[in-house]
C-alpha cells in the first residue's frame, strides 16, 4: 500500500554545504546578462539548449517500465544525502550553462518532489526569468506542492500518468496510488496557473493502450497537453521488447479516427513531441516517437544527474563528473571548459541506431537521470 503522499522524505535533502549557504540572490531587479561564452555545437552541429537535472535517483512509485520492484526494493543502494549535488552545486552548474547558451531547465528525478525543500531551488533557479524553467513529476504530491512551486517561481509542470483506469494504473505504478489523487493533483497545478500542463503516457502493448482514447477524451475536454510516448530501452531493468512498443502512426491513426487530426508546426527547433491539432480547435496531442521515428538529429538536450554526472543522451552508459570539479575548488572558466570539451565530443545517436543489440547493452537507468 503507498505509504508517501502526505510528504516528502528529510533524508533525501544533502546536508548544506558551504556553497549552499553562501548563494545569496539579491532582491528582484534586471536578471543580469549572460557571461556569454559561446553557443556549444557537437559533432553533428546540434547546439545545446536544454538541460535536465535530475535531483534525487528516489521515487515513491515503482512504475514497471522504469523502476521495476523487483530491482529497486528495498535492498537497493541509493545514493547517501552526502553524493547528492546541493543546491548550490546546482544553482552553479546553472549559471554555465546559461552563459553557454541554455534556455530551458527541467528538473526530473526520481520524482523530484521527493527532494525537501525543492521550493527553494527552485526560487533560485527562477532568479533567471529568461530560462523555461520546468519540471516533470508523478503527481502524487502536486496537492501539496504546486502553490509553493508557483510561488517560487516554476512555470509550468508535466505530469506522468499512464492510465485512467484504476486498476491499470495501480498495476503500473506497483505502489497501489490511485488515478484520482493524480487528477487531484493537475487540478491544483492548473487553479494556481502551472500551465500550460503537459500529461505524458508511455504505452506499452497489452498493457494500457486500450486506454489512449479515454485519457485523449479527458485531457482534451480539460485543455491540458497529453502526449503519447512510445515505450522505450531505457536502462537495463525494464524488459523492454519491440513487441510492447505501440508505434506513433498506430495512435495518430486511433485518435484521428475518433477526432479528426491534422500536424502543427513544432514550437522551436528540436521540440521532442511531435505536435497535432484537433481540427475542431479544441487543443492539441503530441507523440514522441523515440523508437519508430528518431529524433537524434535534432537532439539539444544534456542531462545532470544527482550526485553531478553529466550524460549527452537518455541511452548513454556513463556520464562525465562534474561533482568532483565542483568540490574541489575548481573555477567556472574550470567548469566551462568541461563542459564545452563533453559538448564538442558529442557524437550520440542511439535511437538511429536502435537493434534488438543494442537494447540488450547497458544503460543508465531513467530513474537516475530523468527523462
Known amino acids: 500500500m503507498f505509504q508517501r503522499d502526505q510528504r516528502s522524505d528529510s533524508r533525501y535533502e544533502p546536508p548544506p554545504t558551504k556553497m549552499q549557504d553562501q548563494v545569496s540572490l539579491p532582491a528582484r531587479g534586471p536578471v543580469p546578462a549572460r557571461l556569454y561564452q559561446g553557443s556549444l555545437e557537437d559533432t553533428r552541429r546540434r547546439p545545446l539548449r536544454d538541460l535536465r537535472i535530475s535531483v534525487t535517483d528516489r521515487c515513491n512509485f515503482r512504475c514497471t517500465y522504469c523502476m521495476p520492484k523487483e530491482v529497486f526494493g528495498k535492498d537497493f543502494q541509493f545514493l547517501e544525502r552526502g553524493q547528492l549535488l546541493s543546491f548550490g552545486e546546482i544553482h552553479r552548474m546553472v549559471r554555465v550553462f546559461r552563459d553557454h547558451g541554455v534556455e530551458k531547465i527541467r528538473i526530473t528525478g526520481g ?72 487528477l487531484e493533483g493537475i487540478d491544483q497545478a492548473a487553479a494556481v496557473g502551472l500551465t500550460p500542463i503537459k500529461i505524458n503516457m508511455v504505452v506499452k502493448r497489452g498493457v494500457n493502450d486500450h486506454s489512449v482514447l479515454e485519457m485523449a477524451r479527458l485531457f482534451r ?127 550520440d545517436r542511439y535511437s538511429e541506431i536502435r537493434t534488438a543489440e543494442t537494447a540488450r547493452t547497458r544503460k543508465v537507468e531513467m530513474s537516475y537521470i530523468g527523462g
Request: glycine share 8%; net charge neutral.
Open 111 to 182: 520524482e523530484p518532489l521527493v527532494r525537501r525543500k525543492l521550493e527553494r531551488l527552485i526560487e533560485m533557479l527562477a532568479y533567471w526569468d529568461d530560462l523555461d524553467l520546468t519540471l516533470t513529476t508523478n503527481g502524487s504530491l502536486l496537492v501539496l506542492k504546486a502553490r509553493d512551486l508557483k510561488n517560487a517561481g516554476l512555470k509550468r509542470i508535466t505530469v506522468s500518468l499512464d492510465s485512467l483506469d484504476d486498476s491499470v494504473f495501480k498495476a503500473m505504478n506497483d505502489v497501489d496510488f490511485p488515478v484520482a489523487k493524480v
Open 221 to 347: 475536454a480539460r485543455g491540458h497537453i497529453l502526449r503519447f510516448i512510445e515505450f522505450m530501452d531505457v536502462g537495463a531493468t525494464n524488459g523492454w521488447k519491440m513487441e510492447h512498443v505501440v508505434p506513433s502512426r498506430e495512435l495518430v491513426q486511433i485518435i484521428g479516427r475518433e477526432w479528426p487530426i491534422e500536424p502543427a508546426q513544432p514550437n522551436y527547433e528540436g521540440e521532442v513531441a511531435q505536435r497535432w491539432r484537433y481540427r475542431d480547435g479544441s487543443g492539441e496531442v503530441g507523440f514522441i516517437s523515440s523508437v519508430t521515428q528518431a529524433f537524434c538529429a535534432t537532439c539539444t538536450r544534456a542531462r545532470l544527474s544527482a550526485e553531478g554526472q553529466l550524460y549527452t543522451c537518455l541511452f548513454a552508459d556513463k556520464g562525465t563528473d562534474f561533482r568532483g570539479l565542483l568540490r574541489s575548488g575548481a573555477s567556472d572558466d574550470d567548469i566551462s571548459r568541461l563542459l564545452s570539451r563533453v559538448w564538442r565530443a558529442r557524437t
